[in-house]
C-alpha cells in the first residue's frame, strides 16, 4: 500500500511539475513579440532630440548653377537649413571657409558673356559655417555616369558607378543615388530594379535614394524605391531622401530632410545618414507655403504589431508596402494587416499639398 502511494505521489508531482512547466512556457511564449518590426527612430528621445533642416543636392556656378556658392550658402541658412552640402558637378566646393580660392566653371564665364549670367555670381566670398550655426558636408555630384550625391569624401568622379563607389569606399565617404527616375524611365533594359540592388548589397556605403527632387521632377523615382525595398528589406535599408537639386532661386527651398539628432555636429549628421534617423519633406510652396504636419513621435510596439505616427496639423496618413497604399490612418497594425511583409513606409499629406515621410520600417 505504501509503494502504491509513493507511486502516487511521485505521479501528482511529476503532473504539477509538468503542469508548471506548461504554464511557465505559456506566459514566456506569449510574451515574445510575434513581430520584429525594425524601428530607425528606435534611438531617437522625441522629447529632447533637436530637428536639423538639411539639403544634400545644391549647384552653384563651380559648375552649372546660376549663384556663387556664398549666395547659396547665404540663402538656404536664410530659411533655417542647418545642413547643407554643396554638390556641384565633379567639383568639391569646399571648405567654405575656402570659398574665395575656387574659380568658376567654363559654363559659367559662357554664361556671363552670353548675358544671361551677372558678374558678382562669378566672384567669390568666404563663408564660415560655426557662424552661422550650418553644419557645411564635403560633396559632390558625381556625373559622369548615373548621378550619385558623394559626402564626406573629395572624390570628383571616374568614368564607371563602379569606379566612384570604389573610391568613395576608400575614402570613407557615403553615396546616394540622385533622380534614378531620370534614368529608369531614359533605359529601363540598362537600370532596372536589379542594376540598382546589385549595387546596394554590394556597396554598405550606398546609404539611399532621393525621391523627391528638384520638386518632384520623377515620380517614377519612388515607384523605383519601392520595387528596390521589395528586393532589399528588411536585410538591407534603404534610406528615402528629398533634395532641391538647386540651380538657381526658383528652385531653392522646397525639398529637405529632417534629421533628428541630440547635437549637430559631423558624426551625428554621418550617422543619422547611414542609419536614417530622418524624415523627408517636399513642399510644392517652399518654405513660404502652408504650416507643415508636426510629428511628435513615432513608436514600435513589437508585441502588438503597432506602427504609431504622433502627428498633427495633417489631412491624411498612408502607409506603403510593395508601391501599394496598405491602410489609412496614424497607426499601423500588422495584427490587422497580416499580409504585409518586408517593410511598410507613411507618408503624411498636409495643407498645400505638402508630402513628408517617414523612412521604412524593416518586418520580420
Request: negative net charge; charged residues 25%; aromatic residues 12%.
Amino acid at each position: 500500500m505504501k509503494l502504491k502511494l509513493t507511486a502516487l505521489k511521485k505521479i501528482t508531482s511529476g503532473l504539477q511539475w509538468f503542469s508548471l512547466v506548461a504554464i511557465m512556457s505559456f506566459f514566456v511564449f506569449s510574451c515574445q513579440p510575434k513581430w520584429d518590426i525594425q524601428n530607425p527612430y528606435a534611438n531617437v528621445d522625441w522629447n529632447n532630440h533637436q530637428r536639423f533642416e538639411a539639403n544634400f543636392h545644391t549647384h552653384t556656378t563651380r559648375s552649372d548653377g546660376r549663384m556663387n556658392p556664398q549666395t547659396v550658402v547665404d540663402k538656404y541658412h536664410d530659411l533655417g537649413y542647418e545642413i547643407l552640402a554643396v554638390t556641384d558637378h565633379n567639383e568639391v566646393t569646399y571648405p567654405w571657409t575656402g570659398f574665395s580660392e575656387l574659380e568658376a566653371s567654363s559654363g559659367a564665364y559662357e554664361r556671363l558673356e552670353e548675358g544671361r549670367l551677372e558678374e558678382d555670381q562669378i566672384v567669390y566670398e568666404n563663408r564660415d559655417p560655426k557662424e552661422l550655426g550650418m553644419l557645411a558636408i564635403q560633396g559632390n555630384e558625381l556625373s559622369r555616369h548615373h548621378h550619385m550625391g558623394s559626402y564626406f569624401s573629395d572624390h570628383n568622379g571616374t568614368e564607371t558607378e563602379e569606379e566612384s563607389l570604389d573610391a568613395t569606399a576608400a575614402k570613407n565617404g557615403l553615396v546616394m543615388f540622385n533622380h534614378p527616375g531620370r534614368y529608369t524611365a531614359r533605359d529601363p533594359d540598362h537600370y532596372s530594379v536589379d542594376w540598382y540592388v546589385n549595387l546596394l548589397k554590394k556597396y554598405d556605403h550606398l546609404i539611399g535614394v532621393e525621391i523627391y527632387n528638384q520638386g518632384d521632377r520623377y515620380p517614377n523615382d519612388r515607384e523605383l524605391y519601392d520595387a528596390i525595398l521589395s528586393r532589399t528589406m528588411p536585410d538591407r535599408q534603404v534610406w528615402a531622401y528629398s533634395n532641391d537639386d538647386m540651380h538657381h532661386s526658383s528652385t531653392l527651398g522646397r525639398n529637405w530632410n529632417v534629421f533628428l539628432l541630440p547635437e549637430l555636429n559631423e558624426t551625428w549628421v554621418r550617422k543619422g545618414m547611414q542609419e536614417g534617423v530622418s524624415y523627408y519633406v517636399y513642399s510644392p510652396s517652399g518654405h513660404n507655403g502652408a504650416k507643415l504636419p508636426e510629428i511628435a513621435a513615432i513608436t514600435v510596439n513589437n508585441r502588438k504589431g503597432l506602427i504609431d505616427i504622433n502627428v498633427t496639423g495633417q489631412d491624411s496618413v498612408r502607409w506603403i508596402s510593395g508601391g501599394e497604399v496598405v491602410h489609412r490612418g496614424n497607426q499601423f497594425s500588422l495584427k490587422e494587416n497580416p499580409e504585409i511583409e518586408k517593410y511598410v513606409r507613411a507618408e503624411i499629406f498636409g495643407p498645400g499639398e505638402v508630402i513628408m515621410g517617414t523612412q521604412p520600417f524593416g518586418i520580420r
